[in-house]
């Protein structure tokens, strides 16, 4: 009879040692959960950006104007006949 109770409380820790500690265990839930909430804030962020990404792409192939306003602001260009200023502030 002891022999039983013995092992039975060696199951019953194995057990337990299972769920509070192993692989599948309530602190290994709750950090999967929390890992696949991340995951789902970034895929939001991302789904948003190429939302982004293609409204600016719709813009580009169906405006010349959005295409200037582009080189002006990223290169830097100017049409034929503008003339360019650069104002330089002083550095105090």
């Known amino acids: ?14 057990l337990q040692y299972r769920l509070w500690f192993g ?3 309530l602190p290994h839930k709750y950090k999967l ?3 696949v909430t991340s995951q789902q804030k ?3 962020n991302l789904r948003q950006k190429n939302l982004d990404l293609a ?6 192939t169906n ?4 295409i200037e306003e582009r080189a002006r602001r990223d290169l830097g260009m ?8 650069m ?3 002083e550095e105090n």
């Not at 405006?63 to 959005?66: C, V």
């Open 1 to 14: 009879m002891r022999w039983l109770l013995i092992i039975l409380c060696v199951f019953i820790s194995t």
């Open 23 to 25: 692989d599948g265990s």
């Open 33 to 35: 959960q929390n890992d």
């Open 42 to 44: 970034k895929n939001e």
């Open 55 to 60: 409204e600016e792409l719709k813009h580009l």
């Open 63 to 66: 405006s010349t104007d959005s």
């Open 78 to 85: 100017i049409k034929d006949g503008e003339t360019f200023y």
């Open 87 to 89: 104002i330089v502030e």
